[in-house]
């Protein structure tokens, strides 16, 4: 992984000065954002003001970064540009003045790397310009490295002494980190007695599906599918095939219709391949509308020849053997190594694993986000552990339960002497999390000041104790969290843009309980499981009314509240069967509507309303004169760490 990595990085330093090209009609703005760029010592390839002759001009020379009005001359805005640029991974950022909700929504899709009002500021100008520069660097970094390791990982499966079918599935795993698939089939246009599906059923167990089982499973005899196949449109083009593609091909092949109605397929995208002359499809479809992009099929072209070995390796010389045992040397990893501490199995949930797994083996920032209570930790954990940091250290921080005045020496340490108190050295966390992995929880609790000096940390890599003489080069990942909507923190000047862009490299959502209600029985078996070990208890088992209990409740303190919930319920508990469950508040029939039900509350339940009370007096402010610290006689550390452990959300008190 290191050789790859440098690899990679010689490749992307080898070039200087950014080249920058000015979409713009206006002449006096355009003109005004080039004399900035300029005195910043960028290049300024040219000046366009249309769609078609920023085309032109990127045919001849590729800019390193666009700059694009989204309204021009002509009929073409820049968005339609945008999405040209991205199709052609080159990075862009849009000029904007007045627009409309709707019209910056639509912008949004494109994912530009940022905007910028006119007029223009020099600061805002080269704060957005570095921002978008660092991502789109770290972009083409990160893809680099996955066709790599994919290549890597794609070899080590050819060169094993897996059968076929066994060789496939461990490839699907492999591919589907990359190119999300529910379904995946592989085998020869012309012979489809031999081709082979893998269904997902969840996010490590997949069923290898033959023409048998296809057609036990469709009702229709296997002369039936050949007669269907025969019958339909050979697909022997890379492509995607979404909207009204994906309605052509389904009207123009019974067996496609087919496969595609048995597994609730809405998109998919095919990749041939030629073989001792003969076509070999690899098709990956998804339940989802509109799911794959130029990139996945950009993807899977690199990697071409790497398939072809693979299915000339594997599949040839499998039915060459005629039948006959192959030695299995490559016993395949634990799917679920590195999940241990993380329970579930709904399609959000999926998308949370597949996102750990994707970006764990880069040394990409990575921002999580979700309600208190929801598992962000436990996210962060899961990436350390698939790291090549694993054997490092993981140094968790809370921000929000730091006292401000001793933030700094926390993070970075300081010296012997530094400040009153200071009677020994200290050694900051991210000097202890050198070589490793610094988790930094609700990081939208991180005062303005440290966030200057993180962001430093982040752009030079390195630290400087307090009183220290000389910076400490470190060498470490940063993972954040947050339970905050970071975008409203930034446009209320309570967090740094540039910092939130530099961290939402790679965002993680963590779904709510409401919103995995799935998950809700595995989630109370494995806490009953648990908490009867921890105990010596034995474990009880959960009434059915109990169960639809839960599954009904809203849990405003997600996956943190279900525990309490369920350790409560056992201790309550009479006899082998939970048979009532004590829920803290009672699910709202309507919007608006009123709790009229008198009932007795927990000394935490009291605890928690009284907060939420003084929080929304004081308008949410924690610290300083006048805020809920104060009035409570508590330090800020605490009500911050209280207000954690109770669950309280931004919500409850704005």
């Not at 020379?61 to 080159?90: Q, S």
């Not at 599935?169 to 995946?184: E, N, R, S, V």
């Not at 399609?347 to 962000?376: C, H, N, R, Y």
């Not at 939402?504 to 009867?532: C, K, Q």
């Amino acid at each position: 992984m290191n050789a790859i990595t440098n690899e990679v990085s010689i490749k992307l330093n080898s070039t200087l000065k950014k080249k920058i090209l000015i979409v713009e009609d206006q002449f006096i703005e355009a003109h005004d954002l080039q004399l900035i760029l300029e005195k910043a010592d960028y290049e300024v390839m040219g000046l366009v003001r249309s769609v078609a002759q920023a085309l032109e001009f990127i045919e001849k020379e590729t800019p390193d970064l666009v700059f694009v009005d989204i309204f021009l001359k002509g009929k073409e805005t820049g968005i339609d540009l945008a999405k040209i640029l991205k199709e052609k991974h080159i990075g862009f950022i849009y000029l904007s003045a007045n627009s409309s909700k709707s019209i910056l929504e639509e912008a949004k899709k494109t994912q530009p790397y940022g905007f910028i009002v006119k007029p223009f500021r020099d600061q805002d100008v080269l704060i957005t310009l570095d921002i978008a520069c660092y991502r789109h660097k770290h972009g083409v970094e990160t893809q680099l490295l996955q066709e790599k390791i994919l290549e890597k990982n794609i070899n080590e499966i050819t060169f094993s002494s897996l059968k076929w079918e066994q060789a496939l599935l461990q490839l699907g795993k492999t591919l589907q980190t990359y190119i999300p698939f529910d379904y995946m089939t592989a085998g020869f246009i012309d012979e489809v007695t031999n081709a082979v599906g893998l269904f997902r059923r969840n996010f490590d167990v997949y069923e290898m599906i033959n023409i048998d089982k296809f057609s036990k499973i469709t009702n229709f005899k296997k002369e039936e599918l050949i007669d269907l196949h025969s019958k339909s449109l050979k697909l022997e083009t890379a492509q995607i095939y979404q909207g009204d593609s994906f309605v052509k091909v389904s009207q123009n092949s019974p067996i496609k219709r087919l496969v595609l109605h048995t597994f609730g397929i809405k998109s998919f995208i095919v990749i041939p391949l030629i073989i001792d002359d003969r076509t070999f499809n690899f098709s990956f479809h998804s339940r989802h509308f509109e799911i794959y992009v130029e990139e996945h099929l950009a993807l899977l072209t690199k990697l071409k020849s790497i398939l072809t070995e693979f299915v000339s390796e594997m599949y040839i010389t499998d039915k060459k053997l005629n039948g006959k045992e192959k030695v299995i040397l490559n016993i395949p990893r634990d799917p679920r190594q590195g999940f241990e501490s993380m329970i579930g199995n709904s399609k959000k949930m999926i998308t949370v694993f597949d996102s750990i797994k994707k970006v764990a083996p880069f040394e990409t920032s990575v921002l999580i986000m979700g309600e208190s209570g929801t598992g962000k930790e436990k996210v962060a954990q899961s990436i350390h552990n698939l790291s090549n940091r694993k054997d490092k250290p993981l140094v968790i921080i809370n921000c929000g339960a730091i006292p401000d005045n001793l933030a700094e020496s926390l993070f970075f340490g300081h010296e012997k002497g530094a400040f009153t108190g200071a009677a020994d050295k200290r050694i900051g966390k991210f000097e202890m999390a050198d070589g490793g992995t610094i988790f930094l929880d609700e990081i939208g609790e991180m005062p303005i000041d440290l966030q200057v000096k993180l962001l430093r940390v982040l752009q030079e890599k390195e630290i400087e104790r307090v009183g220290g003489r000389s910076p400490i080069k470190i060498d470490v990942r940063i993972i954040a969290a947050t339970n905050r909507n970071l975008e409203e923190e930034v446009a209320a000047g309570r967090f740094r843009l540039d910092l939130y862009y530099r961290l939402y490299v790679f965002p993680i959502f963590v779904p709510s309980l409401r919103e995995r209600t799935e998950d809700i029985p595995v989630l109370a078996s494995h806490f009953i499981n648990l908490f009867s070990e921890k105990t010596g208890l034995k474990a009880p088992l959960l009434q059915e009314n109990v169960l639809q209990q839960l599954l009904s409740y809203d849990w405003p303190g997600n996956i943190r509240e279900l525990e309490h919930v369920i350790e409560r319920s056992i201790l309550m508990s009479d006899g082998n069967i939970i048979k009532e469950i004590q829920l803290p508040f009672a699910k709202k029939q309507e919007e608006g509507e009123k709790q009229q039900e008198f009932s007795i509350k927990t000394i935490h339940d009291n605890e928690r309303d009284y907060i939420i009370y003084i929080l929304k007096r004081c308008k949410g402010k924690v610290s300083g004169m006048g805020g809920a610290a104060e009035i409570l006689n508590i330090p800020s550390s605490t009500l911050n760490s209280k207000i954690k452990k109770l669950g309280i959300k931004h919500s409850h008190f704005s």
